[in-house]
């Protein structure tokens, strides 16, 4: 069946510095792949979303490259700030079931 | 325009109790997804309704569950019987369209569900 796999948390960083969240997954078929965010008290929200193999998806400064090859979507950011404290999952979907299969959440602590 | 609203945003329940959890979708979403929030099993997949298609209900994890969709826009999470494993916060999301169209799920804020 598919999973996804993501970094454990929590991450603690310095406002500004650089941010990488790791997630793999295990799909059949070409999956469509997102990072979704959850900051505190609210719903989660679609950060970004990628289709196909070499996509890249970027919103807010934050980007993800689907790799195909790796079966990799990492998240990054080049300068964190307090804002972006919050919980993120890695999610995927395959063609078939629409349903999205997520990874465990990483949660994201920015310092000032 | 409206997102996805759910109510009740907290509800508190002695086990064994039914609870009544209900989805708004946005206006002209056709898919309309219930997943489940808790602290032992991350973020699963409950049930996914498309049109008037049949549901999947496939990741139920009792017949305790249950939803309906009401004419194709509200729908309601039933559980009966609730017991303590319950406890979770339970989230709904619609969806524009299937097929080669948006596959973004949009997501409320989800029901607190407190079983005693």
């Known amino acids: 069946g598919n999973s996804v796999t993501q970094m454990e948390g929590p991450v603690t960083l310095s406002e500004e510095a650089f941010l990488t969240i790791n997630c793999t997954y295990t799909a059949t078929g070409y999956p469509s792949l997102f990072w979704y965010v959850q900051y505190p008290g609210e719903g989660l929200q679609l950060l970004l979303k990628?289709?196909?193999?070499?996509d890249k998806g970027s919103n807010k400064g934050f980007e993800a490259t689907y790799r195909k090859e790796t079966t990799s979507f990492h998240l990054e950011k080049g300068s964190v700030q307090v804002s972006d404290s919050a919980v993120y999952f890695c999610?995927?979907?395959?063609?078939?079931?629409?349903?999205?299969?997520f990874g465990s959440g990483t949660r994201l602590q920015v310092q000032p | 325009g409206a997102g996805v609203s759910q109510s009740p945003s907290n509800k508190v329940t002695e086990k064994g109790k039914d609870v009544e959890l209900r989805c708004d979708p946005i206006?002209?979403?056709?898919?309309l997804y219930w997943y489940r929030q808790s602290l032992g099993q991350g973020l699963e997949f409950l049930i996914y309704f498309q049109g008037n298609s049949a549901p999947d209900k496939s990741g139920l994890p009792s017949d305790r569950f249950s939803a309906e969709r009401t004419g194709g826009s509200v729908s309601t999470l039933t559980i009966q019987r609730t017991q303590q494993e319950d406890s979770a916060v339970y989230l709904c999301a619609s969806s524009p369209q299937t097929g080669t169209g948006d596959h973004i799920q949009y997501f409320g804020a989800g029901t607190r569900l407190s079983v005693l």
């Open positions: 206006s002209g979403h056709t898919a």
């Open positions: 999610a995927l979907m395959d063609t078939g079931r629409r349903a999205l299969t």
């Open positions: 990628a289709t196909k193999a070499d």
